[in-house]
């Protein structure tokens, strides 16, 4: 998050995104809020995003990220795809997890669930792969 808050014009690159699938990830929500409202204004600046998310809880948090740098400016699209690759494949494991959870306590997954994990699974292979 502090990569797209000192960058929000980075939220627009093709490696910026979030899987659509519903995962306990902490922190997940605020993230897809935070890279859609970003992506939606292509000249936000760090400090008007601070100004327009001041008066949300995460105002302060969000201004004490601007305030540390992370890594070289040249380096920060880099870094912040392979941390949304990251995000991603947390995404898939929570998942997996829950639906390998449900399958153990049902005692099976319905059709629509079973495809749903076979398809999960291949993701997570694929990003390893990466």
Same mark, same amino acid.
């Given at each position: 998050?502090?990569?797209? !808050? +000192?960058r929000p014009e980075l939220a627009q690159a093709e490696q910026v995104f979030l899987l659509d699938i519903s995962a306990p990830v @902490?922190?997940?929500d605020f993230l897809r809020e935070? !890279?859609?409202?970003? %992506? +939606? @204004?292509?000249?936000? $600046?760090?400090? @008007?995003l601070l100004e327009l998310w &001041?008066?949300?809880?995460?105002?302060?948090?969000? %201004?004490?990220?601007a305030a540390h740098t992370l890594c070289p400016e040249?380096?920060?699209?880099? %870094?912040? $795809? /392979?941390?949304?690759a990251r995000i991603r494949l947390r995404q898939v +494991? %929570?998942?997996v997890r829950e639906l390998q959870q449900a399958q153990l306590v049902e005692g099976g997954l319905d059709d629509i669930r079973t495809a /749903?994990? &076979? /398809?999960?699974?291949s993701l997570r292979f694929d990003n390893r792969q990466d």
């Open positions: 998050m502090a990569l797209l !808050v +000192q @902490k922190g997940l935070l !890279v859609d409202f970003c %992506a +939606q @204004k292509p000249h936000l $600046s760090t400090a @008007k &001041r008066e949300r809880p995460e105002g302060p948090w969000l %201004a004490h990220m040249d380096d920060m699209p880099a %870094a912040l $795809s /392979e941390t949304m +494991q %929570a998942r /749903e994990l &076979r /398809e999960l699974l």
